[in-house]
């Protein structure tokens, strides 16, 4: 592996209150690349980041992109890097309509100002016919929408605008299988157009298949980073329940992670 | 000409309703279904008074003077629709009103003659009256925006606080006197038989309006054809153009039927000459100011609210707070500028309040608030925050004011007024929340 990486995350501290949600965490991201960062409930993955979508500033430690430190204090301050996420919550006003989502915080307007709804839902419709031809409710508020057309929307919205780096909080939790198979289809396609993605899942087979390499998180600390081609998924397993390297894992271990 | 119907597929086209019953009907003109049942209730309310009034109540100047009445709390709820959507509110609107329609007062009858030392006929008094009151209530707005977005007071807490402090500083503005005797042009702001535009005119706006609505549908329906969007089938597009047209003209007739008072016309004869004749001289009123003052802020705040980043960025804040943050909206500085939107218009309320009493006195605009809120939430906007409409709003604001009005023109003192704008109020927040509980489960 050569090259500066995309992404870097060094040693990023986030604590509420008492508790340190995120201690110490180092990754990377290269171009083109996929890193599943996986890890149990509470791990502290939607934390780590957060800080790099600008949601929430990390206490301490440093980002660089492209190998130079950035400051990223809003969401804005990660749009305008290139950086777009799939939140885990999706963060979508229920109210408003699917392209109204989409467009949120980015409306096209008219050369006097005024929103331009129609090429905004044109665009919807295009960004949205990639993800899920079937959805066809462009004019209801997204309340009346179903938890899979949500993430569509939400997926749409990050894809929409052309990132160099994309943020993935679970994007397939509320998918059905064929939607599911369309998001990872996206994810290769995005992936050869040379982005880089952060891919948060649950689903290690999901993670298997993506990833290129595997940060494994537990308890707020980063257990390591691997290559998928390097390890099976028990050794994984064994990462984010035990927090133990493959190296450190004993036929005992793994007899206790079947058990 | 192609409709829904028979366009070609567009990809993820919505399905038509379907065509033969009622409601797919009035499905496929997609019209505002609960800004329709709103009108049909003032309908009902002003029938209702009417009757138990023996049908005196319905008449040309009644209905123009409930109008005019309905105009301050109208102004005032287009902005409140913003500020609730927002999840806030604002509780000091009627003190606002009473400081700023004070500053009018105090301005025209004392600061510009003694202070600023202006001849009595320095031009444009007026304006430069209003304009100095529009800063005003917009500073006011900015303050009590500045401490609940930036600074994380509750809304409820600072517009109460606002409510009291403010009522408070119009006593001190006049030391507790009330002031009369405002610039001749400002007093008609006010309305009235002098302040209202008379028969050409009215018919003017008319015809404008019309136009307006043509166009309006016109240039919707190109822009979704630009995109091969569905557009409204071709007939339901004549019956709203035919219907939005028939209601502005029949307004325009109706308040043309309303003629200047016996006394007042036949000073005019006197003034120019003019020969009575039997029954008196019949001078056509039209629509008074102050209305054309509620459409056009109406106009406005719709534009806002759907046109505008700002509007979107307000309901979007509504729905989802988070999601707006995480979109990189900026939103303390869209709640802030709701506040300065909603001091902007008490400042147009209290202009119409301080012309039509041509002063001011201590408790003008007091209980503005409980109205307004209450013309919001009867139009339709949800303390859940996400929904609202101005049009529903200043509707709710004729509702309320309906109510008023029926209530006194039978002879309800206003106490007793009160008593059922209380009651209201508490029905219709009621009804939302009762309503938001059964869609939840
Ligand atoms: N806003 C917050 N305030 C207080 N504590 C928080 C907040 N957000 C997260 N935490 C805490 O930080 C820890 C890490 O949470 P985080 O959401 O990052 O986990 P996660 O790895 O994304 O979990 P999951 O797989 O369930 O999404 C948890 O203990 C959580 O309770
Ligand atoms: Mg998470």
């Known amino acids: 592996m050569d090259g500066t990486p995309l992404v870097e995350l060094q040693h990023i501290n986030v604590a509420f209150g008492g508790v340190h949600a995120v201690q110490n965490v180092t990754v990377d991201l290269r171009p083109g690349e996929v890193v599943g960062l996986v890890g149990g409930n509470g791990a502290g993955k939607t934390t780590l980041i957060r800080c790099l979508s600008g949601a929430h500033p990390a206490d301490?430690?440093?980002?660089?992109?492209?190998?130079?430190?950035?400051?990223?204090?809003?969401?804005?301050?990660?749009?305008?890097?290139?950086?777009?996420?799939?939140?885990?919550?999706?963060?979508?006003?229920?109210?408003?309509?699917?392209?109204?989502?989409?467009?949120?915080?980015?409306?096209?307007?008219?050369?006097?100002?005024?929103?331009?709804?129609?090429?905004?839902?044109?665009?919807?419709?295009?960004?949205?016919?990639?993800?899920?031809?079937?959805?066809?409710?462009?004019?209801?508020?997204?309340?009346?929408?179903?938890?899979?057309?949500?993430?569509a929307i939400a997926i749409g919205r990050a894809v929409h605008f052309n990132a160099r780096i994309l943020i993935m909080d679970e994007p397939t939790a509320a998918l059905g299988p064929a939607e599911t198979a369309q998001v990872r289809d996206l994810i290769k396609q995005l992936k050869s157009e040379g982005i880089g993605i952060f891919l948060i899942s649950h689903d290690i087979h999901d993670v298997f298949d993506l990833a290129d390499r595997i940060s494994v998180m537990l308890h707020g600390?980063?257990?390591?980073?691997?290559?998928?081609?390097?390890?099976?998924?028990?050794?994984?397993?064994?990462?984010?329940?035990?927090?133990?390297?493959?190296?450190?894992?004993t036929q005992h271990d793994l007899a206790e992670l079947h058990g | 000409m192609t409709n829904v119907a028979d366009a070609p597929p567009v990809q993820g086209q919505m399905q038509p309703p379907p065509r033969l019953s009622l409601s797919g009907l009035?499905?496929?003109?997609?019209?505002?279904?609960?800004?329709?049942?709103?009108?049909?209730?003032?309908?009902?309310?002003?029938?209702?008074?009417?009757?138990?009034?023996?049908?005196?109540?319905?008449?040309?100047?009644n209905m123009v003077t409930?109008?005019?009445?309905?105009?301050?709390?109208?102004?005032?709820?287009?902005?409140?629709?913003?500020?609730?959507?927002?999840?806030?509110?604002?509780?000091?609107?009627?003190?606002?009103?009473?400081?700023?329609?004070?500053?009018?007062?105090?301005?025209?009858?004392?600061?510009?003659?003694?202070?600023?030392?202006?001849?009595?006929?320095?031009p444009l008094t007026w304006a430069i009256a209003v304009g100095i009151g529009i800063g005003i209530g917009a500073g006011f707005g900015a303050v009590q925006g500045f401490i609940i977005a930036y600074v994380g007071v509750p809304s409820f807490i600072v517009t109460l606080g606002g409510l009291l402090t403010i009522r408070g500083l119009v006593w001190y503005l006049s030391q507790g006197a009330a002031v009369s005797g405002l610039d001749p042009t400002f007093q008609l702001i006010g309305g009235g038989a002098a302040g209202s535009m008379g028969a050409t005119l009215t018919w003017g706006v008319g015809v404008v309006g019309c136009l307006a609505i043509v166009w309006f549908?016109?240039?919707?329906?190109?822009?979704?054809?630009?995109?091969?969007?569905?557009?409204?089938?071709?007939?339901?597009?004549?019956?709203?153009?035919?219907?939005?047209?028939?209601?502005?003209?029949?307004?325009?007739?109706?308040?043309?039927?309303?003629?200047?008072?016996?006394?007042?016309?036949?000073?005019?004869?006197?003034?120019?000459?003019?020969?009575v004749p039997a029954g008196g001289l019949q001078i056509s009123t039209g629509f008074p100011y102050p209305i054309m003052i509620l459409i056009g802020v109406t106009l406005v705040m719709s534009w806002i609210a759907k046109r505008r980043r700002f509007g979107r960025y307000v309901y979007a804040y509504g729905g989802n707070p988070d999601a707006a943050l995480l979109g990189g909206i900026n939103t303390r500085w869209t709640i802030m500028k709701t506040y300065i939107v909603m001091g902007i218009l008490c400042a147009i309320a209290a202009a119409i309040?301080?012309?039509?009493?041509?002063?001011?006195?201590?408790?003008?605009?007091?209980?503005?608030?409980?109205?307004?809120?209450?013309?919001?939430?009867?139009?339709?906007?949800?303390?859940?925050?996400?929904?609202?409409?101005?049009?529903?709003?200043?509707?709710?604001?004729?509702?309320?004011?309906s109510i008023a009005y029926g209530l006194s023109f039978n002879g309800v003192n206003s106490p007793g007024q009160n008593v059922v704008a209380g009651i209201v109020l508490i029905l219709a927040v009621g009804f939302d929340a009762w309503n938001r509980r059964r869609s939840r489960s």
């Open chain 2, 217 to 275: 549908l016109f240039t919707a329906r190109r822009q979704r054809r630009r995109f091969a969007f569905p557009v409204r089938p071709m007939w339901a597009e004549a019956v709203i153009g035919l219907v939005g047209c028939l209601a502005i003209l029949g307004l325009a007739a109706f308040a043309n039927a309303n003629y200047w008072p016996k006394g007042l016309a036949d000073q005019y004869a006197a003034a120019n000459g003019i020969a």
């Open chain 1, 221 to 249: 600390r980063l257990v390591g980073t691997v290559n998928k081609a390097d390890v099976t998924t028990d050794e994984v397993l064994a990462m984010i329940i035990m927090g133990k390297m493959p190296q450190e894992v």
């Open chain 2, 353 to 401: 309040a301080a012309a039509r009493l041509n002063g001011s006195t201590l408790d003008v605009g007091q209980s503005y608030e409980l109205y307004v809120i209450a013309a919001a939430v009867v139009g339709g906007t949800s303390f859940a925050g996400g929904t609202g409409s101005i049009a529903g709003a200043v509707v709710g604001a004729f509702v309320m004011q």
């Open chain 1, 60 to 151: 301490s430690g440093q980002i660089l992109i492209d190998g130079k430190p950035v400051s990223i204090a809003n969401p804005r301050d990660a749009k305008a890097l290139g950086i777009e996420t799939i939140y885990q919550t999706l963060a979508l006003a229920e109210n408003i309509d699917a392209s109204a989502n989409v467009f949120l915080g980015r409306e096209l307007t008219s050369r006097f100002g005024d929103l331009d709804d129609a090429a905004m839902e044109s665009a919807t419709r295009q960004v949205m016919g990639r993800l899920n031809p079937n959805f066809k409710n462009f004019k209801t508020a997204v309340v009346s929408l179903s938890g899979g057309q949500r993430q």
């Open chain 2, 26 to 61: 009035i499905a496929q003109t997609e019209v505002d279904l609960r800004l329709f049942g709103m009108l049909v209730a003032l309908a009902v309310i002003l029938l209702v008074f009417d009757i138990i009034s023996g049908g005196q109540m319905i008449s040309p100047t």
């Open chain 2, 66 to 122: 409930l109008s005019v009445q309905a105009t301050g709390i109208a102004i005032i709820a287009t902005g409140m629709v913003l500020v609730i959507v927002s999840r806030n509110i604002d509780l000091s609107v009627g003190s606002l009103v009473g400081f700023v329609a004070m500053s009018y007062a105090l301005l025209m009858t004392d600061w510009f003659p003694n202070i600023l030392h202006l001849p009595p006929d320095f």
